[in-house]
């Protein structure tokens, strides 16, 4: 279809723009803008100083979209996030006020450090794309995308994320160190100016929302649709996990796998896709009850133990 295929140079560009910032991630980036154009949300696990910052600006203004950063502390507020109403004496009415969430690209900063009760003002925002203010709903802007980071390794004045929220995140993953010559090359392409203010827009608001309906026609069929439900389950079956993966991780992955086969150049997807991007949409969800397994393990368990459609065992 001609559609896809200008909707698959499209991200293309878009891609080699994001590496004009991020340098050696392609496989990251390639799963970060598969998450946007699946609608969903990401949740970036890793320790200071890798560039989770830079990806979320750099997104923003690739996208020409609106960018606001929320760093989460103890004492944020749901109505920091939210906005609220605001009393006019010269009106004598309230009116509302929208808060940084009312953004294309929002970036949670550290989302663990927020309390459970702030944590909580995400939630609607993150499954309905609106904002409920006094019994108001107030859409949020298209595309929206809420891309979240915490460390793995500071537990310190923390919260941890409850499971109905690490539900609605698409995807989790991390960026990980650069090797010593990405290293060298980050310093060197920063001495003048950091790459993200060089940086310049390839696409707008709109041609992203255009692309995220594209990516619904890619065609997935109904075997890889039962490949997706059948991994799920094996998770919520498997005998080291008290929460497996939920019917929403398995109608995301499907979905995300549509956005990965589109961003490949596909009108298809791939049993291979599915298998690819289950330890990314099934990692963050899964409780293990044992010390002896990790849900890495688990994942690679039931990878193994599902019968892929198409291919004998």
């Known amino acids: 279809m001609k559609a896809l295929t200008r909707v698959h140079a499209g991200i293309d560009v878009l891609l080699r ?21 699946a609608e969903g949300h990401l949740l970036i696990r890793d320790v200071p100083g890798v560039g989770k910052t830079v990806l979320a600006r750099a997104l923003a203004v ?13 004492d944020l507020l749901p109505s920091d996030i939210t906005g609220g109403l605001v009393y006019e004496a010269g009106r004598g009415a309230l009116r509302f006020v929208p808060g940084p969430l009312f953004a ?63 539900d609605r995140f698409l995807v989790s993953t991390s960026l990980g160190y650069p090797s010593a010559a ?3 090359e980050i310093i060197e392409r920063a001495e003048l100016t950091p790459p993200i203010d060089r940086l310049t827009a390839v696409c707008d608001a709109d041609t992203v929302s255009e692309m995220q309906t594209l990516v619904r026609r890619v065609r997935l069929d ?15 079956a498997h005998p080291a996990v008290d929460l497996g993966a939920s019917p929403r991780a398995s109608q995301g992955l ?59 065992r």
């Not at 340098?23 to 970060?32: D, F, N, S, T």
């Not at 690739?62 to 103890?74: A, L, W």
């Not at 291979?272 to 690679?300: C, E, M, Q, Y």
Request: with cysteine.
């Open 254 to 312: 499907t979905h995300l796998a549509q956005a990965w086969a589109l961003l490949h150049g596909r009108e298809f997807v791939l049993p291979d896709d599915i298998k690819r991007l289950a330890p990314a949409v099934f990692g963050h969800r899964l409780l293990v009850r044992t010390r002896s397994a990790d849900a890495t393990a688990v994942i690679d368990d039931v990878l193994a133990g599902v019968p892929i459609p198409g291919v004998p």
């Open 104 to 166: 294309h690209v929002v970036l949670a900063d550290e989302l663990n450090r927020a309390t459970p009760r702030t944590q909580a003002a995400f939630l609607e925002a993150m499954d309905e794309r609106q904002v409920t203010i006094e019994g108001t709903p107030h859409p949020l802007p298209k595309p929206f995308f809420l891309m979240a980071t915490s460390n793995p390794l500071e537990q310190f004045g923390t919260y941890p994320l409850p499971e109905g929220q690490l």
């Open 182 to 184: 990405e290293e060298v």
């Open 17 to 37: 723009n994001l590496e004009e910032v991020i340098v050696g991630k392609r496989a990251v980036l390639e799963l970060a803008v598969s998450t946007l154009l």
């Open 62 to 74: 690739s996208t020409g979209g609106t960018f606001k950063r929320i760093q989460c502390t103890p």
């Open 222 to 236: 109904r075997s890889l649709l039962a490949y997706a439900v059948d991994l799920a389950a094996a998770t919520r």
